[in-house]
């Protein structure tokens, strides 16, 4: 079956602007997280959506961060007024429940603040 | 969240078994230890878990120390698409928050 996707593969943008990441899940799967990995650092978590609702978001850097998943299933990261230091890989990641022993991770979306 | 220690990196050859090790100090008894690894260029991949007791898998085996304070990532025979980032992470499962707290993890290399 199909796993984790996320569009687009790799994003280039200018400082300042705004961007939006999709991660569509593995379908039937309730949680959703996401991770920002900077270059020879492990993932960061980000936040985490339980359905539709926001469970965590104690990881987002700051209120230029914000994420949604109206429907419980395909969720968008944006991020607003871009700066050099978002530049990063953001992953996503879903499991059947929460306490699901498996994250199954998409494989990213390469983000270039210019 | 509990930390975990793990070597910057480690060297094997080709059809050799391999052993990661992890040092969870601090681990309380209600942390599951997980391990993922990350293939370049790649999101990481679930590869094992456990909480007491020795685990075998399809891709590995895990070796749990009994007073849980370290563990070892076991591949029986190691080839060259193995060759990745390994992290041992502790995840609480008495919350009700799952998500993974990754350190560096330990980069292995596979020699043809």
């Known amino acids: 079956g199909a796993g984790v996707s996320q569009t687009p593969s790799n994003k280039v943008t200018e400082k300042g602007k705004y961007v939006e990441l999709r991660c569509d899940p593995i379908s039937g799967h309730t949680a959703l997280y996401w991770y920002r990995q900077s270059l020879g650092q492990g993932p960061e978590f980000l936040i985490y959506?339980?359905?539709?609702?926001?469970?965590?978001d104690s990881g987002l850097p700051n209120d230029r961060f914000f994420a949604v998943r109206p429907e419980g299933s395909v969720s968008t990261l944006k991020i607003q007024r871009t700066e050099r230091g978002d530049s990063a890989v953001y992953l996503c990641?879903?499991?059947?429940?929460?306490?699901?022993?498996?994250?199954?991770f998409g494989p990213g979306t390469r983000l270039t603040v210019l | 969240d509990a930390k975990t220690t793990q070597p910057n990196s480690m060297e094997s050859n080709e059809e050799e078994p391999v052993h990661l090790p992890c040092n969870h100090s601090t681990i309380s008894g209600t942390d599951y230890i997980h391990w993922y690894r990350q293939l370049p260029s790649q999101g990481p991949e679930y590869v094992i878990h456990g909480l007491t007791s020795n685990v075998n898998n399809r891709m590995a085996s895990l070796a749990i120390a009994e007073d849980r304070k370290s563990s070892t990532l076991i591949l029986h025979r190691a080839t060259l698409r193995d060759a990745a980032v390994y992290y041992c992470i502790l995840r609480d499962g008495g919350g009700s928050n799952y998500k993974l707290t990754f350190g560096k993890g330990t980069l292995l290399t596979v020699n043809p």
């Open positions: 959506f339980q359905g539709t609702g926001a469970a965590d």
């Open positions: 990641a879903s499991s059947f429940a929460p306490q699901g022993d498996e994250q199954f």
